[in-house]
Structure formats: structure tokens, C-alpha cells
Nanobody
Framework: QVQLVESGGGLVQAGGSLRLSCAAS????????MGWYRQAPGKQREVVAT???????DYADSVKGRFTVSRDIAKNTMYLQMNNLKPEDTAVYYC???????????WGQGTQVTVSS
């Protein structure tokens, strides 16, 4: 049973920072891709950042230079460091993990991030 548990969300003023964590129930090296997604009210879920098994990272244009995705393999945890937050970053943030060969796609329960202006 795969479990992904996000934490670290909250309320922050514009320009502030938050660090999200995604703790997995087993080794994160089993996943081909892990990533952070977000969904704002009335909008579709969108990808924020991804990290491949070998460590390559990628970011949505809207967060480049402000957000950093990383991982601690020993702790089976992925992180999203969010700096210079903007009100438009307000959303529920979800952690995702994918195993491509069998099509398995796992999601956490989400954590709310609210940025006040």
C-alpha cells in the first residue's frame, strides 16, 4: 500500500516562504517520476515541479526561480521549497509519484497553501 503524505502548507504573506514535504511509505527510488501539482479553486490541476529518479528536475514557468524541488532518499521524502510566494500561488498542493511501466500513479491528500496580499 503506497502512501504519500504532504505537510507544510499554511498561510503566508506575499513574499514569504514555505517548505512542503511529501513523505512516502517506502523507497522513493521505486518511482520513475515524483512531482508537485496544485489546484486553485475553479481551475484545473497543474504541474508545478517534477523530479526524475536520476534527479533531473523541471518546473512550470510560473514558478521557475522561486520554487525548488528536492528529495532526501534516506528519509523517503520529497520537498518543495517555495520562496517569494505570490497570491496566485494559492492552491491545494498535491504530491504525486508514478511508476511508468505499470501505469501506477499515486497521490497524496493535498495540503493547502494560502498567500495573502
Amino acid at each position: 500500500q503506497v502512501q504519500l503524505v504532504e505537510s507544510g502548507g499554511g498561510l503566508v504573506q506575499a513574499g514569504g516562504s514555505l517548505r512542503l514535504s511529501c513523505a512516502a511509505s517506502g523507497s522513493i527510488l521505486r518511482y520513475d517520476v515524483m512531482g508537485w501539482y496544485r489546484q486553485a479553486p475553479g481551475k484545473q490541476r497543474e504541474v508545478v515541479a517534477t523530479i526524475l529518479r536520476l534527479g533531473r528536475t523541471d518546473y512550470a514557468d510560473s514558478v521557475k526561480g522561486r520554487f525548488t524541488v528536492s528529495r532526501d532518499i534516506a528519509k523517503n521524502t520529497m520537498y518543495l521549497q517555495m520562496n517569494n510566494l505570490k497570491p496566485e500561488d494559492t492552491a491545494v498542493y498535491y504530491c504525486s509519484a508514478k511508476i511508468i511501466i505499470n501505469g501506477n500513479d499515486y497521490w497524496g491528500q493535498g495540503t493547502q497553501v494560502t498567500v495573502s496580499s
